[in-house]
């Protein structure tokens, strides 16, 4: 019997491992030196003049709206295909989500249908770059800037996406980043929110500690004193030493493990391009893709069985699949705010049709080749 594939799995060698004991050895265990040296390498990886490290992404969307003044009454405009956090940040501050539908190609918000959305009330627009590939982001500017409004990019699936030459992260006017257990760069939780507005990173790194006007990490070293004041009644949201060890190695390789992705995109690609039954998806020479999923689509009336079954002849022949995503809309507590299914038919399209197939560095070539086989023998099998 082969193994079966995961559809994910994180990267971590003798190198992790051994920098994390280091922190541990360091007596360092919250925020200090080593999370420190985090937001320094990773704001000048993509070009920003700060980064913040916190303990996840979900955690960056909220401090990144409360520092720019979003609450109750306000009305944040975003996109429904995506993971709940970004709306479920939306309405912890108060404000009202109001989602745009996406663009059928990629998959993101389509900027032609956010200035319909537009109100008095209207103060930011959160675009989510998903599975890695951008959101054409000079309408989305563009827009913002004539409306006033700010953009906060959810970039949880990209930690090395380009858009036109430009990192995602130097961009917006907030930008957050996800290094959760399965995306590009892990710490096993944790969060990076970059920005060029030195006000509103003061704000972002007051208020995810506790809201205490000196760093917890000041506070405790030579230079630190007792005495603090609290401004704001914030959180406690900041990344520990324990994780930092995590993310300073695996800043170093992500290069090498963006390439083996990159490559094995390149694999599906050519290998699935055969099959008319499946949508592939989007990537052009303008924009670098991350490559942070990669999710096929089966198109309508090819197959005599649906997506779920799909999944499941995958799974029988050893294949871990996931999917991405539940339109937010169609989630229960969404539908109490008064959604419905059909609010957004290209989402719940894309929904009903997608498969996320496993794509990480950690597999082989192999395993991709195994990934490849199994698709084409259900596709092959369940042709109409
Ligand atoms: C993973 C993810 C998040 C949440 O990231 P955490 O670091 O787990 O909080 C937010 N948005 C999208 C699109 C994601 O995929």
């Known amino acids: ?46 070009g920003s003049d700060y980064a913040l490290a916190l303990n996840s992404a979900t955690a960056g969307l909220h401090l990144s709206q409360l520092a720019v003044g979003i609450g109750p009454g306000d009305e944040v405009i975003t ?85 036109k030459g430009r990192m995602v992260g130097s961009i917006g006017d907030l930008t957050n980043f996800s290094f959760y257990a399965t995306k590009n760069l ?27 006007s000196k760093n917890a990490w000041n ?24 994780q930092a060890a995590l993310g300073l ?23 699935l391009k055969e099959f008319e039954g499946l949508t592939l998806p989007y990537y052009d020479h303008i924009n670098r893709h991350a490559w942070h999923l990669y999710v096929i689509r089966l198109k309508d009336n090819y197959f005599t069985i649906d997506r779920a079954q799909f999944i499941e002849e995958l799974k029988e022949r050893g294949i871990g699949t996931s999917v991405h995503f539940i339109p937010v809309h169609l989630h229960p507590y969404y539908q109490k705010l008064g959604f419905k299914y059909g609010d957004y ?11 996320s197939i496993p794509l990480y560095p ?10 490849i086989e199994a698709v084409f023998d259900v596709a092959n099998t369940y042709k109409r």
Not at 192 to 205: P, S
Not at 362 to 371: A, L, P, Q, Y
């Open 1 to 46: 019997m082969e193994k079966n594939i995961p559809y994910a799995l994180p990267w971590i060698e003798e190198e992790e491992i051994d920098e994390v004991v280091a922190a541990l050895r360091s007596n360092w265990l919250s925020k200090g030196p080593r999370t420190v040296e985090f937001e320094k390498q990773f704001a000048n990886y993509v």
């Open 79 to 163: 996109t429904p295909y995506t993971f709940v956090a970004t709306a479920n940040t939306i309405l912890h501050t108060g404000a009202k989500p109001v989602f745009v539908d996406i663009d059928p190609v990629t998959f993101n918000m389509d900027p032609a249908l956010i200035e319909s959305k537009i109100t008095n009330k209207t103060k930011a627009i959160i675009p989510v770059h998903f599975a890695g590939y951008p959101v054409d982001m000079d309408p989305v500017m563009e827009i913002a800037r004539k409306y006033n409004l700010y953009v906060i990019e959810d970039a949880a699936h990209a930690v090395y996406t380009m858009y």
């Open 345 to 355: 038919p290209l989402a719940e399209k894309a929904y009903e049709a997608a498969i």
């Open 219 to 242: 506070r405790y070293s030579d230079k630190g004193s007792w005495f603090y004041e609290v401004e704001y009644p914030g959180f406690k949201y900041n990344m520990t030493d324990i």
């Open 186 to 212: 892990v710490t096993g939780e944790g969060g990076m929110v970059t920005t060029n507005n030195e006000e509103l990173a003061d704000k972002i790194r007051v208020m995810s500690l506790h809201g205490m």
């Open 249 to 271: 190695v695996q800043l170093r390789k992500l290069e090498k493990l963006q390439q083996i992705r990159e490559e094995y995109a390149m694999m599906y690609n050519e290998a």
């Open 362 to 371: 950690k597999m082989t070539k192999e395993e991709v080749e195994r990934v």
